[in-house]
């Protein structure tokens, strides 16, 4: 029993605590008499005190002159009723040491002065000195650690101690101020009947300058002689003392380091976006502009909405690559009412610090390029060093054209790319949904130096900071940035206090683990270097060329030889071309060859599976106008079906006979999606058609089923990738509706491609054992 503490508790100590939890609502066996003075009844006694005895007022006044925050109550004969050190008759004085009275107090209007305390709200009687050497009103509340909620006579005031719970708490359990003072006045009154006065926009205030204060005073803006107002850009960021800093932590020669070494001097950095941390258009920078605009993390707000206005109208480069599908989803949510949509972020890739200057706005999603160069530069023009190793989800696209946009910043974050190495990758967790030359291209895996960084830095950060998104979201402009500020202040300090320990169990694990990847490797490599020494040494050749240049054949590149529809027709067309020049005989058509009638059959019969499923997916409920564009479709399919079998006609004029069999079989006409089109893989032997068309559709059905086969990939990675940002990023019944309605859109092109490939899989097998084809089942099954 004694491992298990809740169980001894619970069998034998539970009645006892009870019994002195009940024992604190009576006398508790104090006596009658004041044990202070020994003479007065004793009435009174202390919440906040650790003795339990009771005492007369004026002992416990006296008692209190240096507690004038602690709770009372007073014995009525049989219970006890709350009171106050005021009603009892304290005075607070201020500008002078305790127990000390000034010749010229101040008292406060009506006598009332609120202050909040840990352990509730207290209105006292308090005395500001109106001696001619009394500091002002606000410096003497801050020589008692007062701190008053405002400067022009104050009336209200917050102890040090509480501000230092609630900053604490609001960085730690993420509790909102709201929450916060809610307690806080239960702890003053919980039964909701006698509330005080609320003073919870004095908090709020108190708090947020609280914050601030901390912060300057942690970057030494305190002790310079030219005051807060000399605070520079980044200023009070807590900085990554393992990344590289020139003139901090590198050797003097560190840009002469050899080649092999230089990657030891290289920053890593990632750039990610939220779309959890958006903010609602409810105040203006004019009335709440921010207590220190740029001085950490945000860029400095200004600036940065001049040069968005100036490149509004930027056109956007086309994406080539799946996964930027699925971060455009970002317009699917409701940007109503929002002045921001999220932000972006840079942040140090290997050990997750937040950079200086490296947060900012979004407004219509990461998909505009313009809002990440402007925050990627506002971070990196804080380094000069030579070597940058970029993670973006989306590096694929964003870094194509990233130089010629960089040379559009404003002079100050102007940054030269070119006179620095720099590397793109694409974060490991996001890689798989990336189109198959993206993975071998920006793989954290293959390149040389990044040892087993993942790139996810940015996605493990949102957690801690997503929990306050519910209160930033309400809050002005200034307000905002000024928390999430605070929070990502804190971020990096506890990531510094907890470095020495985290980087310890790391190196614990990582050191065996290096000797047992190495022999594993040198044990591979000395059997492939007996099996096949010259191969062996052709690789090696090639991967240190690779790594020295990547400009030169990349030798992780997955060697595709899979054919296209597209080119089996230019080939086909270039074969009747050139069989065209040495026939006698006339052609069946001008203009109709037998690749040509077996593709528009292929086609026809693509347009037939895309109707059967959009007529599927109307549902009970369709609206006539969504009826009326099927039907459209199905009349339009239906013309060129007709047109194309009378062309079939002239070179599988056994298809006849076919027809007329359906036409009587059947007395309903066929709707165009299940009119039967008779392409030789469809029809017996026994009806005519010519051994030249099967070969045809053999070669067009092959580069049709790798044609569908990627396809397929890239929808599957699609939607992956699209699960996933909903995941992250999509809350509400409305985002996430139309969300799922672009993960129906997906769905369907997996469907259609899955049916693709079954359709051209069936031909192949069938037409291939009457062809004598072998080998295509390698690549296909």
């Not at 107090?105 to 308090?126: A, C, T």
């Not at 701190?147 to 917050?158: G, H, I, N, Q, V």
């Not at 709020?204 to 601030?212: C, H, K």
């Not at 003392?241 to 950095?269: E, Y």
Request: charge should be positive; charged fraction near 25%.
């Amino acid at each position: 029993m004694k491992d298990h503490p809740l169980l001894v508790w619970l069998e034998h100590d539970r009645q006892t605590y009870l019994t002195e939890l009940i024992r604190w609502e009576g006398r508790g066996g104090s006596s009658e008499i004041c044990p202070g003075c020994k003479t007065e009844a004793a009435r009174f006694r202390c919440d906040d005190c650790t003795d339990m005895a009771m005492y007369c007022q004026d002992c416990t006044l006296a008692r209190h002159c240096q507690h004038p925050l602690h709770r009372l109550k007073e014995w009525s004969g049989s219970f006890f009723e709350r009171r106050t050190l005021k009603d009892c008759g304290l005075r607070i004085q201020l500008g002078h040491h305790t127990g000390e009275k000034c010749c010229r107090p101040r008292p406060v209007v009506r006598d009332e002065f609120v202050i909040l305390h840990s352990n509730g709200l207290h209105v006292v009687s308090l005395d500001f000195c109106g001696c001619e050497t009394a500091e002002t009103p606000s410096g003497q509340l801050l020589r008692m650690r007062f701190f008053p909620a405002s400067s022009d006579k104050p009336r209200t005031a917050a102890t040090f101690n509480l501000l230092e719970e609630f900053h604490l708490l609001s960085l730690e359990s993420k509790v909102s101020a709201y929450e916060f003072y809610n307690a806080l006045s239960r702890r003053s009154d919980n039964t909701g009947l006698a509330p005080p006065k609320s003073r919870y926009e004095h908090l709020l205030r108190m708090a947020r300058q609280w914050a601030n204060l901390k912060m300057l005073k942690r970057s030494g803006r305190g002790h310079d002689p030219m005051g807060i107002s000399n605070t520079q850009q980044g200023e009070c960021a807590v900085l990554c003392p393992a990344c590289p800093q020139p003139g901090k932590n590198l050797p003097d020669d560190w840009r002469t380091v050899p080649l092999a070494k230089r990657f030891l001097h290289g920053l890593t950095i990632g750039l990610d976006a939220n779309f959890r941390l958006k903010r609602r258009a409810v105040s203006k920078d004019e009335v709440d502009p921010g207590l220190s605009s740029g001085w950490s993390y945000f860029v400095e707000d200004t600036a940065y909405k001049a040069f968005l206005n100036q490149h509004k109208h930027d056109v956007q480069e086309k994406s080539t690559c799946s996964s930027h599908n699925a971060v455009n989803m970002a317009e699917t949510k409701s940007n109503k009412g929002l002045d921001a949509t999220g932000v972006g972020m840079v942040v140090c890739a290997r050990h997750g610090f937040k950079l200086a200057n490296g947060v900012a706005n979004l407004q219509v999603g990461e998909s505009r390029y313009v809002n990440m160069d402007y925050v990627f530069t506002s971070a990196i023009r804080h380094t000069t060093v030579d070597k940058l190793n970029i993670s973006y989800d989306i590096a694929c696209q964003w870094h194509k054209a990233l130089p010629h946009r960089l040379s559009k910043m404003p002079l100050p974050l102007q940054v030269n790319l070119t006179k620095k190495e720099v590397t793109y990758f694409v974060p490991k967790f996001h890689l798989p949904a990336h189109i198959a030359p993206c993975q071998w291209t920006y793989s954290f895996n293959w390149i040389k130096g990044v040892g087993r960084t993942d790139g996810e830095a940015p996605e493990r950060g949102w957690a801690n900071i997503n929990p306050i998104a519910s209160s930033t979201k309400e809050m002005g402009p200034g307000h905002r940035r000024d928390t999430i500020d605070d929070h990502f202040g804190d971020w990096n300090w506890k990531k510094i206090t907890a470095m020495g320990a985290t980087l310890l169990k790391k190196i614990a694990e990582a050191v065996p683990e290096r000797n047992d990847h190495q022999d594993d490797f040198e044990e591979l490599d000395s059997s492939l270097a007996a099996k096949y020494p010259e191969q062996l040494l052709q690789w090696k050749k090639e991967v240190e060329a690779w790594e020295a240049d990547a400009s030169n054949p990349n030798p992780f590149e997955v060697k595709n030889d899979s054919v296209t529809q597209a080119s089996i027709r230019l080939q086909l067309a270039q074969d009747e071309a050139k069989a065209a020049t040495q026939e006698t005989e006339p052609p069946l058509h001008p203009d109709v060859t037998p690749s040509v009638l077996v593709g528009a059959g292929i086609d026809l019969e693509d347009q037939q599976r895309r109707l059967r499923s959009d007529t599927a997916r109307l549902g009970l409920h369709a609206t006539d106008l969504q009826k009326a564009k099927i039907q459209q479709r199905s009349n339009a399919l239906m013309r060129r079906i007709e047109a194309w079998a009378k062309l079939q006609m002239l070179f599988m004029p056994g298809v006849a006979a076919l027809r007329d069999l359906s036409q009587t079989t059947y007395e309903e006409p066929e709707v165009p999606e299940a009119f039967a089109l008779y392409l030789p893989s469809q029809i017996s032997r026994k009806v005519v058609c010519s051994p030249n068309l099967e070969m045809v559709e053999f070669q067009l059905r092959e580069g049709q089923a790798h044609d569908a086969l990627n396809e397929l990939r890239q929808a599957l990675r699609s939607r992956s990738y699209m699960l996933k940002f909903k995941d992250r990023f999509l809350r509400g019944q409305g985002a996430n509706t139309r969300a799922r309605n672009c993960l129906k859109n997906v769905d369907a092109k997996v469907s259609a491609s899955a049916a693709k490939y079954r359709s051209a899989y069936t031909a192949l097998r069938i037409l291939g054992p009457l062809l004598g084809q072998v080998g295509w089942q390698s690549k296909l099954r």
